[in-house]
């Protein structure tokens, strides 16, 4: 295990109380703590940011139906009204797993008697050469918010040269977050761009949706994927399936076969992996860096160390990374520690699958549902349970008004200006590697000389 010297004691314990720290605010760390309540023991959730992100919502992040404060929720009014539950904003480098440590980057590390690992995902690269450096992924608030500013800088570069260089927008892998990001952007395009840009023909603003397989939506059935094909196709998302990318440059996703496709803006949805610090923790690790943990949840090969969520592989079997596999997974680690505290043994986890769904645009979802009833849906009923659903996963009243109003004005609305607020503008490589940094009276010129009016 990792055993770096410290420049501090670590946090103790409270006398005659087990201490309990969650590491990670994600579903499976969140409910957890929920879980946890009435425990006898001290419980101490750490995370590297101050508040919870809902991941599921990111792309209406990116895409401008939500804010991100819509999306994201204070750890520390999460654990505030939480009787001997506390908060630590902090980044984790290693576990002491004999002297129970977790070791923290500033040094003052965390004694545990407990610990339940649920430090979610990041990208999957698959070794392809610039994937890492020239694409965005969704993963993360901050990650959304950078799509966003770069996907409507890019509108405005193009525009300011009179629509000759419409952007093209490429979003690699077609599982949910990919079907979901593509048909988002092409909703944008096909409404916002159409009544807010007049300087470009939103015909020629692509979206590209690259899917190595022969279909987008693998984990559902075929007639769902085919239902989601067609959606994405109505809303003029080009679909590039059984395509794998070579390569990716600055301004290019270059496709195996020798196909240069010119990008404005690449997001990378193809795949998700552990977190690559973890392979210095010193514990088993399966297939996508997934911890390898016993039945009850616990890592193999220790008695105090859980693992949850998208970081757990449960018996040598990863679950789906979803909501509800980190939910169930969180819950019952917790379950099995409130257990262990009282004296009692463990008791294996049995995941109940509740189905899954997935958004292409404005309604229009594929909805597989095994629990409380089982049934397979698109369309409108499909779009109206896949909201329903996640704007109850929320994690507070506030966030479920404000998202539930924002997706109504958003999807339901279709007003005539959609009010898309842009952040910072960002770099955007357009076709030809054109600069993206031009002067504004160079603008103001260009724009006159071409017959628009400048501001």
Not at 193 to 211: G, H, K, M, N, T
Not at 314 to 342: E, F, S, Y
Request: glycine share 12%; charged share 20%.
């Amino acid at each position: 295990m990792t055993t770096t010297a410290t420049s501090a004691p670590p946090q103790g314990r409270t006398a005659g109380r087990p201490k309990v720290v969650v590491l990670g605010a994600g579903f499976a760390g969140l409910s957890a703590v929920r879980e946890l309540k009435g425990v006898d023991a001290d419980v101490l959730l750490v995370d590297k940011n101050g508040y919870n992100t809902f991941q599921p919502l990111l792309f209406q992040v990116a895409t401008g139906g939500l804010n991100p404060g819509d999306v994201t929720y204070s750890l520390r009014s999460f654990t505030g009204g939480r009787s001997r539950v506390r908060f630590r904003q902090g980044t984790a480098t290693g576990v002491d797993a004999e002297a129970k440590v977790l070791r923290m980057a500033d040094g003052e590390d965390v004694a545990y008697d407990y610990l339940l690992i649920s430090s979610g995902i990041a990208a999957n690269y698959f070794g392809i050469p610039g994937a890492e450096e020239h694409t965005l992924t969704m993963y993360t608030r901050k990650g959304a918010i950078e799509v966003r500013d770069r996907l409507l800088t890019a509108f405005e570069r193009a525009a300011e040269d009179g629509g000759a260089e419409a952007p093209c927008v490429v979003v690699v892998g077609g599982g949910a977050t990919g079907t979901e990001m593509a048909g988002a952007i092409a909703e944008l395009r096909n409404t916002y761009v159409a009544q807010s840009f007049p300087e470009l023909d939103p015909s020629r603003v692509r979206v590209v949706c690259i899917e190595m397989l022969d279909f987008v939506l693998g984990p559902f059935e075929d007639s769902l994927r085919q239902y989601a094909k067609r959606s994405l196709e109505e809303r003029g998302v080009e679909l590039r399936l059984g395509s794998a990318v070579a390569e990716v440059r600055e301004d290019a996703v270059v496709l195996k076969g020798g196909e240069e496709i010119p990008s404005a803006l690449t997001v990378w949805t193809s795949g998700v992996s552990a977190p690559k610090s973890l392979s210095e923790w010193g514990f088993p690790q399966g297939r996508g860096g997934r911890l390898q943990t016993e039945p009850d949840l616990r890592v193999q090969g220790s008695d105090s160390v859980f693992a949850v969520g998208d970081v757990g592989a449960v018996d040598g079997d990863p679950l789906p990374q979803l909501a509800q596999p980190a939910i169930q997974t969180g819950k019952h680690a917790a379950a099995n520690i409130k257990r262990l505290v009282g004296g009692l043994p463990t008791e294996p986890f049995s995941y109940s699958d509740k189905g899954t769904m997935a958004i292409v645009g404005r309604m229009s979802a594929v909805a597989d549902v095994k629990w409380p009833f089982a049934g397979k849906f698109t369309g409108a009923i499909g779009w109206f349970m896949w909201m329903g659903l996640h704007i109850a996963l929320l994690h507070s009243f506030r966030n479920r008004v404000t998202a539930l109003a924002g997706i109504v004005s958003h999807y339901v609305s279709r007003s005539a200006q959609q009010n898309v607020i842009p952040g910072e503008p960002r770099s955007v490589p357009l076709k030809g590697r054109q600069a993206s940094d031009t002067p504004p009276a160079e603008r103001d010129a260009k724009l006159e000389r071409q017959g628009g009016r400048a501001a």
